[in-house]
């Protein structure tokens, strides 16, 4: 019963990381395709580069966290990996993959930004 509790809360939270790791990659995907449009925005209201700069650098700023927060949940991950190994009972946790983690859910195919 207990082994069974222990194994279903790391589950739970292995699920998880992989939800913020995905949802990360997607706001990364999102921002570059809001880049992209902004671009096209300023080029079809011929909105001048001073205009228009605050905004470009706001959302560099953001990319920037967002990458830094990338690497956040790439290194909690790690530590978690790691944790897992000191844990008598979840040594050796196999939820039917031969990955220690569980696989994404669904792929998406990447986009083309320019």
Do not use: W
């Not at 279903?8 to 880049?35: F, H, N, P």
């Not at 953001?62 to 927060?69: E, G, I, K, N």
């Not at 290194?75 to 990955?99: K, S, W, Y």
Request: net charge negative; proline share 4%.
């Amino acid at each position: 019963m207990r082994k069974q509790q222990m194994e279903a809360a790391a589950y739970e939270v292995a699920t998880q990381v992989r939800t913020v790791e995905d949802s990360i990659e997607a706001a990364l995907a999102e921002i570059a395709d809001l880049q992209s449009k902004m671009v096209h925005a300023r080029s079809v209201t011929r909105a001048g580069f001073v205009a228009s700069h605050g905004a470009f650098e706001q959302l560099a700023a953001t990319v920037s966290s967002l990458v830094a927060a990338r690497g956040g949940i790439a290194n909690c991950h790690a530590a978690l990996v790691d944790t897992q190994q000191t844990i008598p009972g979840l040594r050796t946790v196999a939820f039917g993959e031969p990955d220690e983690c569980p696989p994404p859910a669904a792929r998406t195919d990447l986009r083309i930004v320019a």
